[in-house]
């Protein structure tokens, strides 16, 4: 039995999810993967589904009516996850930006040493960022360090989307109240994850923007994680902050 699942999101990721399917299988390490894809109208999950039949017992694929968003597709994963037995459980994006060699460095740092929750980190040593304009390293390295600066937590890269849960930590957090649909959940995460006093380990990586597909950044995710930081800072300090 695996004891570790990738799970990847995927809405329009027709030119990347086989090859990234490919390569996390046929890393040194075991792991399983579940998509969780959107009904992308490119036929990314009919490609799934034909992978499928070459590994039958390591991909999982769920699907839902449409594009609501990356945090509530993780949700939706993290409980797959847990229904299951799965002691480690990871988060990646499917466009290679993580890169898939990467995940046994996650998953030792949790396994091997003594932390709850790793962080794949493009700013613990640095900016480890390749082929984002410098306005996208901009904006993303400045709200990382608004975030680190208005909740007190100690994690350089508080928006990373490449992290390995031990399961105690999503069974520890309330899924069912986490506010953010957009990529403000990666924050929401990372500091339900530091108030129940969770270990929490930065792994330095080199993120490297993808290269085929597009990205689905928007301006709306950019305000629900400005303002919504602060309402989360705000609760906690008057202790109506739910975990
Ligand atoms: N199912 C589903 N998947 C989605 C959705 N939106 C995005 N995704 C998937 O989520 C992954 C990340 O989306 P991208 O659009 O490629 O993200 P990015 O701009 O490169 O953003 C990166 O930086 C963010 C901020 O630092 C990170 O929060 C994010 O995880 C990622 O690493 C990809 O696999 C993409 O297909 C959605 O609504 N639904």
């Not at 930065?202 to 923007?209: H, L, S």
């Amino acid at each position: 039995m695996v004891d570790a699942v990738v799970i990847i999101p995927t809405y329009n990721e027709i030119e990347n999810v086989e090859r990234i399917i490919k390569n996390v299988l046929a890393l040194q390490r075991d792991f399983d993967i579940l998509i969780v894809d959107d009904n992308s109208p490119d036929g990314t999950a009919a490609k799934v589904k034909v992978l499928q039949e070459e590994y039958p017992e390591h991909l999982f694929l769920l699907e839902r009516e449409g594009k609501l968003g990356l945090g509530t597709a993780y949700i939706t994963g993290f409980k797959w996850a847990l229904e299951r037995s799965y002691e480690y459980i990871f988060e990646m994006d499917a466009d290679f930006s993580h890169n898939p060699n990467d995940l046994i460095r996650l998953y030792n740092a949790c396994a091997k040493g003594t932390s709850q929750v790793a962080v794949g980190s493009r700013y613990v040593t640095g900016v480890n960022v390749v082929n984002w304009p410098m306005s996208r390293v901009l904006l993303s390295w400045l709200a990382s360090k608004y975030v680190r600066f208005i909740t007190g937590m100690d994690v350089h890269d508080t928006t990373a989307g490449f992290i390995c849960y031990k399961r105690e930590v999503l069974e520890k957090i309330n899924l069912n109240k986490i506010k953010f649909v957009g990529y403000a959940f990666q924050i929401e995460m990372k500091y339900k994850a530091y108030l129940s006093k969770f270990k929490i380990k930065e792994i330095p990586v080199i993120f490297t923007d993808r290269t085929r597909g597009t990205s689905k950044m928007s301006k709306g995710i950019i305000s629900e994680a400005v303002f919504g930081v602060l309402r989360m800072k705000l609760k906690s300090m008057f202790n109506s902050y739910e975990i």
